[in-house]
């Protein structure tokens, strides 16, 4: 038993120095390639005193909706008790700030796994799309190739682990295969792993896939910490990482030319007090040539039609003269779609 462990260990570090050259070897590109966007949200932990957590993945829900993505593409696992928890003098709202400015939980949130769902086996089914046929399409990532995925962690972690809901944990070893399976089933593009807990690198460490960039809210032996407390319900609202993540996402537009270079800095060890790890040699593109959009906002498939159809008096549709009707499909940013003012 133990000499096939040692096999798999050299196997695993074999695949990765080769997945190493061949993003060293491949054509760098500035352009991402990809389709469409989605966004896996999740809150790992639960009860009151863990209330910054959920503000940490509401606030980033927030974000990425204000860019862009929507519901239908986000995936969004949290405990959601802290709402209508006895302990909120504020019924239905949850706020990120003590100033109360922004009630992230607001009136349109829709939270696609809830409470006991928020599990090990969940989260990596979703991932690799291994759920049973009776689920509903609310709960299915329906990625592909072409697919740009933003997947965001929050809770409380350790050297190689993070915890769910304080009864189970996940590996870094189960979600790098966890990535590699959803690679060998072209499911992905490019993934964006951002992870906000202590000892948060650990997590990103044992990853092999191609075209994966990883950032995290602390190194290993390093504790992520909480940024302040709301003094009326007694619990810190929000994590440093977190807070000038979001800081520096309030200032990004759907039309925005800021980079991945620029957000894996905006939070420097005088403000973090931990320092951020960054993990960028799965990543074919450069950090300073890849948008935020890329990750953090949408593109959608247009085709525009050269001719209008032309409707006749029944309502129905009547086929043009001219037989060309479509030019081939053309991919605009979420921002080149809006109306012009």
């Known amino acids: 038993m133990q000499q096939h462990m040692i096999k798999m260990k050299k196997l695993y570090s074999i695949y990765g120095l080769l997945c190493c050259f061949w993003n060293f070897f491949s054509p760098v590109s500035s352009i991402s390639g990809h389709s469409n966007n989605w966004a896996v949200l999740v809150d790992t932990s639960r009860f009151w005193y863990n209330y910054r957590h959920v503000a940490n993945v509401l606030s980033i829900y ?117 990535f590699e399976q959803m690679w060998q089933k072209r499911r992905y593009n490019e993934i964006f792993f951002m992870v906000d807990t202590c000892q948060a690198a650990s997590m990103y460490e044992k990853f092999y896939s191609p075209n994966i960039l990883a950032v995290a809210s602390s190194l290993v032996g390093q504790d992520s910490l909480s940024h302040h407390v709301d003094s009326d319900i007694g619990v810190y609202v929000i994590d440093r990482y977190t807070y000038y993540a979001l800081a520096f996402l309030e200032k990004v537009t759907p039309a925005s030319n800021s980079t991945m270079e620029e957000f894996v800095a905006v939070c420097p060890k005088r403000l973090c007090i931990s320092d951020v790890g960054v993990r960028k040699d799965l990543f074919r593109r450069k950090l300073s040539e890849s948008l935020v959009t890329d990750f953090f906002g949408s593109v959608r498939p247009v085709k525009p039609l050269q001719e209008s159809e032309n409707i006749n008096l029944d309502g129905d549709a009547v086929q043009s003269s001219n037989e060309s009707k479509c030019e081939p499909t053309t991919i605009y940013k979420y921002a080149e779609q809006m109306p012009s003012i």
């Open 62 to 178: 927030r974000s990425v909706k204000r860019l862009g993505i929507p519901d239908s593409q986000i995936i969004l696992m949290v405990a959601d008790d802290m709402a209508c928890n006895p302990r909120n003098p504020r019924p239905a709202a949850v706020f990120n700030n003590e100033d109360e400015n922004i009630n992230v939980y607001g009136d349109d949130v829709e939270v696609d796994y809830r409470g006991y769902e928020v599990t090990v086996e969940n989260f990596v089914r979703l991932l690799t799309g291994r759920l049973p046929p009776s689920t509903p399409r609310s709960k299915r990532l329906m990625v592909d190739e072409g697919s740009n995925i933003l997947v965001y962690l929050t809770g409380h972690g350790g050297d190689g682990f993070l915890k769910f809901q304080d009864i189970e944990e996940i590996t870094n070893i189960e979600l790098a295969d966890a």
